[in-house]
């Protein structure tokens, strides 16, 4: 019984995929130098996969480092092109509302050097909208020229929502 048991507890671990822990997170190609992801075998999509996914970012970033709310869209995008999704499919929508939108700021605006200033400008070569609450904008009196470059502001960040509802976008919950 014992010798049974010690056998399946063996193969059931041969089965299993091994995990590499955090060296298993490579670069993508979609957005380079943020948004590491891992690969899961078998996990494959297809090429003509569409995705529409509007992420809600709330919450501000540390000060001195790159915020993990503007990464998960990065990591989103390299992670469906490197399950074989064409990232011409990925439609990417970034939502910025309240003390998140320090993390939009210019280096002038915010008094002290962006961490998030490349990421920015990677996921929008990659083709991510992003859009601050015109309300966030008005309540912290935060002007056009206060914003990264390529960054727009909207009349709020629940029209914005609604309107990329409509059109079949989806919210990322997290």
């Known amino acids: ?34 948004g590491k992801v891992a690969m899961i075998e078998g996990s494959e999509l ?7 996914v509007a992420f809600d970012i709330g919450q501000a970033g540390p000060e001195d480092a790159i915020s993990r709310s503007l990464e998960t869209p990065a990591r ?36 002290a050097p962006n961490p998030n200033t490349g990421l920015i400008a990677e996921l929008l070569a990659a083709g991510a909208t992003i859009e601050l609450c015109g309300q966030t904008s008005a309540m912290r009196d935060i002007a056009p020229e206060d914003l990264l470059p390529g960054v727009t502001i909207g009349l709020s960040a629940m029209s914005t929502h609604a309107l990329l509802q409509q059109q079949g976008y989806t919210l990322n919950p997290f």
């Open 1 to 34: 019984m014992i010798r049974s048991a010690t056998c399946a507890a063996a193969l059931f671990t041969l089965a299993m995929p091994a995990l590499a822990g955090p060296e298993a997170f490579q670069p993508g190609t979609v957005v380079p130098d943020y």
């Open 46 to 52: 297809s090429a003509d996969t569409v995705m529409k």
């Open 76 to 111: 989103f995008l390299n992670m469906h092109a490197a399950a074989g999704v064409d990232p011409a499919n990925l439609h990417v929508a970034l939502i910025v509302h309240g003390a998140a939108s320090a993390d939009l700021l210019t280096d002038e605006a915010r008094g």
